[in-house]
Antibody, heavy 118, light 106 residues
């Protein structure tokens, strides 16, 4: 069965970077794109960007352009999201999700809480 | 940027029909997906490509999309359907989410 398993919670200081991983299993890793979505406490879902694991092509939300980098490790069936220059407003749960090339996000990881605090 | 507008909250009595709308410019010209999110959990897809239900999603969930409005309909609403619901679409090769609707079953 399809599973997306994310890395554990992180606590970071303002100005630092965080790298969250998402390991896929149960299907051919390169077949579907991956998206990253975050949710601040009590707030809406916010799209950050996506990667085509087959060729490594990425697309980022304008809001995060320059601060976010999404990469993949194909042999490890893992995608990564790195967010730099963290500020308190980046405190959120970060989700990875699989996109089966029909416009939707069909499987989601369990979420990773990133807390930015001095 | 493209905006998707949802009502902040909808209330429904058990067994009745709940309708949650999602509005955006020419939304009917693109596919819309819907996600259910219970507190502390990851989103779960309940509708994709406007009207299709993923495997395992009850038949009481249905969707439509025309003009500027997409609608998620839950027939015979149950207490377990109480959750936040988000619509999602694509615009200019980026993903957009609605603001979310809290469905209360009372």
């Amino acid at each position: 069965q399809v599973q997306l398993v994310q890395s554990g919670a992180e606590v970071k200081r303002p100005g630092a970077s965080v790298k969250v991983s998402c390991k896929a299993s149960g299907y051919t890793f390169t077949t579907y794109a991956f998206h990253w979505v975050r949710q601040a406490p009590g707030q809406r879902l916010e799209w950050m960007g996506w990667i085509n694991p087959g060729n490594g092509n990425t697309r980022y939300s304008q809001k995060f352009q320059g601060r976010v980098t999404i990469t993949r490790d194909t042999p490890a069936s893992t995608v990564y999201m790195e967010l730099s220059s963290l500020r308190s407003e980046d405190t959120a749960v970060y989700f990875c999700a699989r996109a089966p090339n029909r416009g939707d996000l069909d499987y989601w990881g369990q979420g990773t809480l990133v807390t930015v605090s001095s | 940027s493209y905006d998707l507008t949802q009502p902040p909250s909808v209330s429904v009595s058990p067994g009745q029909t709940a309708s949650i709308t999602c509005s955006g410019d020419k939304l009917g010209e693109t596919y819309v997906s819907w996600y259910q999110q219970r507190p502390g959990q990851s989103p779960v897809e309940v509708i994709y490509q406007d009207t299709k239900r993923p495997s395992g999603i009850p038949e009481r969930f249905s969707g439509s999309n025309s003009g500027n409005t997409a609608t998620l309909t839950i027939s015979g609403t149950q207490a377990m359907d109480e959750a936040d619901y988000y619509c999602q679409a694509w615009d200019s090769n980026t993903v957009v989410f609605g603001g979310g609707t809290k469905l209360t079953v009372l």
